[in-house]
């Protein structure tokens, strides 16, 4: 099992940028993949960023070049540097672990809301 608590969201007017920090309460290189999940009013959760444990990224085509996940194994935090952020960015943000123990297991953060301003 693990807690997550993400924490960096608020609003930003168009061309800015955010951080956003998601803390895991075990070590996330234990920890298969963490990612970042969004879902704005009226519309379906949908996968930001994903690292797993070996540190390999992907990101969805929509924020490429603008988002960039990373992790911190000393603090047990994943991160996403959002910049260039567009009114269309705004969404809640969820942080999310997927851990395997004979099957995926996956855990959520609460999310924190970004408002991107025009």
């Known amino acids: 099992q693990v807690q997550l608590v993400e924490s960096g969201g608020g609003e930003v007017q168009a061309g800015g940028s955010l951080r956003l920090s998601c803390a895991a309460s075990?070590?996330?290189?234990?920890?298969?993949?963490m990612g970042w999940y969004r879902q704005a009013p009226g519309k379906q959760r949908e996968l930001v960023a994903l690292?797993?444990?070996?540190?390999?990224?992907s990101i969805t085509d929509s924020v490429k070049g603008r988002f960039t996940i990373s992790g911190d194994n000393a603090k047990n935090t994943v991160y996403l540097q959002m910049n260039s952020l567009k009114p269309e960015d705004t969404a809640v943000y969820y942080c999310?672990?997927?851990?395997?123990?004979?099957?995926?297991?996956?855990?959520w953060g609460q999310g924190t809301q970004v408002t991107v301003s025009s």
């Open positions: 999310n672990a997927k851990i395997y123990g004979g099957v995926y297991t996956n855990y």
């Open positions: 075990r070590r996330i290189f234990s920890i298969n993949a």
């Open positions: 690292i797993t444990s070996d540190g390999s990224t």
